[in-house]
């Protein structure tokens, strides 16, 4: 079983392999993005030495951090779920012995480990040349609640991602939508605006969605701006989230199967 | 044993109707109107172990959603199914290791990595082992001569040697049923002959059961001793192909040229008492329709010599494409 998903990851390494141009100009792209909002960030600071909590070196890393990560929970497994399920390829994939949603969860693993490795480090390495990025020591045990956090992040992230692209199922053109959820998930998520700075009465709903939990709890950790407490709370719930998305994923998978039509013969 | 069991089996699909116009979209956004559509209807299909059997039918006959159904793809509106011994839906993952299926029209292969990558990965999917690997896909390589491709990426193939590979990839692990949509859909005389070897092949050796749909009948002449014409969702015929000849065939025409022109009274003078009927297509140039199996060509040139010289002469039997053409033309139920 194991091994079945390990060469998924595998394949998808392979894939990724063969486009590689594609990441070359993300690279460019997600350094544009920091510098923007760096330059952004230190225009608001002005003077200051604090705002919201935060310092403006830990700005900085919390935008750098913010958009390296995103390179590795970001993926397009909605597009491709739409697409599968428009062009009708499901119907190959419900001829293997294997869960199809899994399978997509690990490609997706797949994808973002690429990027992590082979983008986000060598861009974190270049980011702290250029701006005064402070990262935690390499021993520090931030380091740890990060990456689980970053895991958490990616799993809820895929999963509304797979909720988006199921819902090709019953509608058949979600595009919109798509792109609908791309912009919700960035704005809500902490990657343009760290959760704090919301006014009081939307952190408090922002605190009952699940999206805050995808790039600005991992951010948190890493920039040393929470306590231990606040660091378990924030795992905690992730935890939940990923396991409460389990149900209408479920639900609608099941319903889909049902009411499945392939499409083109 | 069976391969399929299927007793009363029925698929129905809504289809949703949009109504006409501005206001007809608007009203279509709070009450949608659907028809129901019966795409098979009923059918009774019970298909044994080592059989190879045609499934032909028009487009939009229904044959692709039987095909869905058997596979375990769409789940049966009614009507019970047993595949392999398994309730395909219900029991997919457990199921679907034990069949092996190519699309026509959609590749199963992974379009970007070598058609190698994507075996190596459908080895591990259907977890087979390596010794057992090795052996098995060398033998089929060789046989269906693929070996100079595999380290190709599919999207560089040719559609011949995509379909090859396609196959390859659906016997990594030794199904004992294997259903064909369309495999031969475009490819050249040598390819489809290389391709109908390999599955005559594979069954007499292995007792693999083929269900096989196609539009291309001399697929069906080559591989098939079983066919099941499908038509509006009922099946109209299941039984051997050459009872379908004799059943459904008109027996034979004869085109004859003669040395000299003759009134077709003559012609049917000489053959008076025969089940022989005339046309006259042109000066000197008739067909004669052997209506019945009980007369020969002999005999109809044997009633026309002397007196009547023969020039030239050409013998037709229906084909099977004829056949089944005028079965859906006709629409006959056949039990």
């Not at chain 1, 997600?30 to 030495?49: C, E, K, P, R, T």
């Not at chain 1, 491709?80 to 869960?99: N, S």
């Not at chain 1, 790039?215 to 396991?243: C, D, K, T």
Request: proline residues 3%; aromatic residues 10%.
């Amino acid at each position: 079983m194991l091994k079945m998903y390990l060469s998924l990851i595998r394949i998808r390494f392979l894939m990724m392999l063969a486009y590689r141009v594609n990441y070359y100009s993300g690279i460019v792209i997600y350094s544009l993005n920091i510098g923007v909002y760096y330059f952004l960030w230190m225009a608001i600071y002005g003077d200051g030495q604090s705002l919201g909590g935060l310092t403006p070196g830990q700005m900085a890393t919390y935008i750098a951090i913010a958009w390296m990560s995103r390179a590795f929970y970001f993926n397009n497994l909605d597009r491709e779920i739409a697409q599968e399920i428009r062009d009708g390829t499901v119907a190959i994939e419900l001829i293997r012995p294997y869960h199809y949603l899994m399978v997509k969860l690990f490609q997706g693993f797949g994808e973002g480990l690429f990027r992590l490795l082979l983008f986000s480090l060598p861009g974190m390495v270049l980011v702290s040349l250029i701006f005064p990025i402070s990262l935690p020591g390499m021993m520090d045990s931030s380091w740890f609640y990060f990456s689980l956090s970053l895991l958490g992040g990616f799993l809820i992230n895929a999963q509304l991602n797979i909720l988006t692209g199921l819902l090709a199922f019953f509608i058949l053109n979600n595009q919109g939508l798509i792109r609908a959820k791309r912009v919700l998930v960035d704005l809500l998520s902490g990657l343009t605006l760290p959760i704090h700075f919301y006014p009081e009465w939307a952190q408090g709903i922002l605190s009952f969605l699940p999206f805050q939990a995808i790039s600005y709890s991992p951010n948190m950790i890493l920039i040393g701006g929470w306590s231990g407490h606040e660091i378990g709370q924030a795992l905690l719930i992730q935890g939940i989230w990923v396991i409460l998305l389990c149900l209408p994923i479920q639900l609608l998978w099941t319903r889909a199967r049902k009411t499945l039509i392939v499409q083109g013969g | 044993m069976l391969s399929i069991d299927a007793r009363n089996l029925t698929k129905e699909f809504k289809v949703y109707q949009s109504r006409s116009g501005l206001l007809g979209a608007f009203r279509d956004l709070l009450d949608r109107k659907y028809r129901v559509i019966r795409a098979v209807n009923g059918i009774n299909l019970q298909i044994k172990q080592g059989e190879i059997v045609g499934y032909i039918g028009e487009n939009g006959a229904g044959k692709s959603t039987t095909i869905k159904m058997l596979t375990g793809i769409l789940q049966p509106t009614s009507g019970e199914l047993r595949v392999n011994g398994y309730d395909p839906h219900r029991q997919r993952e457990a199921f679907v290791r034990t069949i092996g299926v190519v699309f026509g029209q959609r590749s199963q292969l992974w379009w970007d990595i070598a058609v190698k990558e994507s075996f190596r990965l459908l080895q591990k999917v259907y977890r087979v082992p390596e010794d057992q690997y090795q052996k098995h896909m060398t033998r089929v390589i060789e046989v269906l001569e693929i070996g100079s491709l595999i380290d190709q990426p599919v999207r560089k193939l040719s559609l011949g040697q995509r379909m090859r590979c396609e196959l390859a990839a659906a016997l990594i692990h030794q199904p004992s049923l294997l259903f064909l949509d369309e495999p031969t859909i475009g490819l050249d005389v040598l390819v489809k002959e290389n391709i109908r070897r390999f599955l005559r092949e594979i069954n007499q050796e292995y007792g693999t059961t083929i269900l096989l749909t196609t539009h291309d009948l001399s697929d069906i002449e080559a591989l098939c001793n079983r066919v099941i014409i499908l038509d509006k969702g009922n099946i109209i015929y299941d039984g051997h192909l050459e009872q379908l000849r004799t059943k459904w065939g008109d027996g034979k025409r004869v085109f004859l040229e003669l040395e000299r022109d003759f009134p077709l009274s003559i012609l049917e003078e000489k053959t008076g008492g025969l089940p022989i009927t005339w046309e006259k297509r042109g000066p000197k140039i008739f067909t004669a329709y052997l209506t019945s199996k009980e007369v020969s060509v002999s005999n109809l040139i044997a009633h026309l010599l002397p007196e009547i010289a023969i020039k030239e002469m050409e013998i037709k039997e229906a084909t099977t494409e004829e056949i089944v053409r005028k079965i859906y033309q006709e629409g006959m139920v056949h039990a």
